[in-house]
């Protein structure tokens, strides 16, 4: 679960590269606009890797270098 919600994670972060940069929304081109069902499901899936992502922080294994 860790290393799925870490690559959606990348994914997401490199959408958002996209648009900051170069106003091009990866995600939407793919799915059909942000409107789409697809679109808001992906986002969402995205989002929800993020929280998990969180978790990271608090990890004793992640905050002593150890993996």
């Known amino acids: 679960m860790d290393m799925i919600a870490l ?4 994914i997401g972060s490199f959408n ?7 106003q091009f929304d ?3 081109w793919l799915f059909g606009g942000q409107t789409s069902v697809m679109s808001r499901v992906i986002y969402g ?9 969180i978790s ?12």
């Open 7 to 10: 690559i959606l994670t990348i």
């Open 16 to 22: 958002w590269g996209l648009i900051g940069l170069f």
């Open 26 to 28: 990866l995600v939407a």
């Open 45 to 53: 899936i995205i989002a929800l890797a993020g929280l998990w992502c």
């Open 56 to 67: 990271f922080l608090f990890r004793k294994d992640f905050l002593n270098g150890n993996d």
